[in-house]
């Protein structure tokens, strides 16, 4: 059974630096494509970030040059570093994996992604 898990939320001050894991368990193969996600109260989710197997990325436009996402195979792990927050990035984030790919591996594509941690809340204030 595949599950992801996610930690490394918390409260900062704008201007701080907070760093997401996302472990994966129940399969023993890179990914075809896993992002970031986010949902503030009162709004939609957002897309965030994504990665491709073969490491190529890509950013939603409000968080490019602040947040990298990178992963780490050998432990079945997915990163967010966090830069520059702002009291706007303030979201319950998610990290979401696609094992197979079937089309292109983007941010914007949330049907793309079949498994889905459980959130973890990153809250910066001004």
């Known amino acids: 059974q595949v599950q992801l898990v996610n930690s490394g939320g918390g409260s900062v001050q704008a201007g701080g630096s907070l760093r997401l894991s996302c472990v994966g368990f129940?399969?023993?193969?890179?990914?075809?494509?896993m992002g970031w996600f986010r949902q503030a109260p009162g709004k939609e989710r957002e897309g965030v970030a994504a990665?491709?197997?073969?490491?190529?990325?890509n950013y939603a436009d409000s968080v490019k040059g602040r947040f990298t996402i990178s992963q780490d195979n050998a432990k079945n792990t997915l990163y967010l570093q966090m830069n520059n927050l702002k009291p706007e990035d303030t979201a319950l984030y998610y990290c979401?994996?696609?094992?197979?790919?079937?089309?292109?591996?983007?941010?914007?594509?949330?049907?793309?992604?079949?498994?889905w941690g459980q959130g973890t809340q990153v809250t910066v204030s001004s």
């Open positions: 979401a994996a696609d094992l197979w790919g079937s089309r292109p591996c983007h941010y914007t594509d949330y049907d793309l992604f079949a498994y």
């Open positions: 129940g399969y023993s193969y890179s990914p075809y494509c």
């Open positions: 990665i491709g197997m073969d490491s190529s990325t």
